[in-house]
């Protein structure tokens, strides 16, 4: 007997949820996610929900915490409803860069809200672009680590060819730009940079070359933009023709959206596992490309039993 789907959303992103419904062709769960006057969230799911399936879409951006404890509650909700399986589909994972202890005694965030979600009762996870792959480990239940690259590779090879030049914008991410550069044909770059303290970075030198070429930038997230935009001028000093950035999460918080209006970047090509801010929408160098088809398509494999290893390309 084959059990029914059922997917449901909390407050962070219903669009997104709205488009994986569109291509897995389900509709969405019905649940009452709330808050009291006091701020406590309360939450109700409106339909039978034993032993069924059930996916909740849930990224954990900003507003991060509300969100965060908005999924645990939903999780512990359906497990007390008797649900078959509990998946928590998490495309933005929050606190993923507090992986490792980088001082003594601070805390590593990314273990303790891995350890949240198992412990409210999800039976596995699925997200995009982690922000360090061994997060996977933090979990004890089963994890599904996508990849937004082939929905970024697709709209690039409409537009760049054998002559781009994709740059990673730091030693840290090599592995991703050079995954890019494979599927592309490009060449590689990479911008050797120093961090004083967090969020702030200082370029220093490029290595590879990109004079007279087609830059693209590609990350796994753009949160203040201040290391993508120091990295666009480095690399437009550098003599680029033109520089483009790709990053799977726009988070783009604090001066963000100021900071790319006033950079050399042509275009940035985020996904919508975040809802894009008004003002990020309403700039035009933002591009925003759908992962709903992705995670669609992992739901429903997950669903069925089927391999998605496929889709970790």
Known sequence: MIKALTIFSGNAHRELTEAICKCVEARPGAAEVTRFSDGEIYV??????????????????QPVNDNLLELLIMIDALKRASA?????????FGYARQDRKVKPRTPISA???ADLVGAAGADRVVSID?????????????VDHLYAMPVMIDHLKLRYGKDAVIVSPD??????????AKRLGSSLAIIDKRRERANVSEVMNIIGDVKGRD??????????AGTLTQ??????????RTVTACATHGVLSGPAIQRIAASPLSEVIVTD????????????????LSVARLLGEAIKRIHHGDSISSLFI
Do not use: W
């Not at 982690?130 to 089963?142: E, R, S, T, V």
């Not at 030693?171 to 995954?179: D, K, L, N, T």
């Not at 990295?231 to 680029?240: F, L, T």
């Open 44 to 61: 109700e799911i409106g339909e039978n929900v034993r032993g069924v399936n059930c996916f909740v879409v849930q990224p954990t951006c």
């Open 84 to 92: 078959g399986s509990i998946v928590a589909v998490i495309p933005y």
């Open 111 to 113: 273990k303790l809200v």
């Open 130 to 142: 982690l922000h360090a792959g061994q997060i996977q480990g933090f979990f004890n239940k089963p």
């Open 171 to 180: 030693a840290g991410g090599v592995e991703r730009a050079r995954a890019y």
């Open 215 to 224: 830059a693209i930038i590609v990350d796994d997230m753009i949160d203040t």
């Open 231 to 240: 990295a666009a001028r480095a690399v437009m000093d550098a003599g680029a």
């Open 273 to 288: 596992t975040i809802p894009l801010k008004p003002e990020a929408k309403a700039s035009g160098k933002i591009h925003q």
